[in-house]
């Protein structure tokens, strides 16, 4: 069974960090784009990273690009984001998720969310 499961979600102040863990299981997904997601009340679900199956191409939204980080662990089959300078306004649900095609489509496999509250 397929899974991805996120963790490190939480209640911090404006301006400061938290750290989203995702971790893989099922299979491999070391020839996954990868991505991380997120919805807050009432707005739709938005893209906020995404990194390629090695690692060599980052992608972020401009809401968050310079703040937050992307990364991944191949041989631990686990994907990070490093939330920094976090604002109100990131305050959300996060998703993380998998897509076996590298350029288009939609994801393949998405995990629970976790919740990230920023307060001001």
């Known amino acids: 069974q397929v899974q991805l499961v996120e963790s490190g979600g939480g209640l911090v102040q404006a301006g400061g960090s938290l750290r989203l863990s995702c971790a893989a299981s099922g299979r491999t997904f070391s020839n996954y784009l990868m991505g991380w997601f997120r919805q807050a009340p009432g707005k739709e679900r938005e893209f906020v990273a995404a990194?390629?199956?090695?690692?060599?191409?980052?992608y972020y939204a401009n809401s968050v690009k310079g703040r937050f980080t992307i990364s991944r662990d191949g041989a631990e089959n686990t994907v990070a984001l490093q939330m920094n300078s976090l604002k109100p306004e990131d305050t959300a649900v996060y998703y993380c998720?998998?897509?076996?095609?590298?350029?288009?489509?939609?994801?393949?496999?998405w995990g629970q969310g976790t919740q990230v509250t920023v307060s001001s």
């Open positions: 990194i390629s199956w090695n690692g060599g191409n980052t």
């Open positions: 998720a998998a897509r076996r095609n590298p350029i288009v489509g939609d994801y393949d496999y």
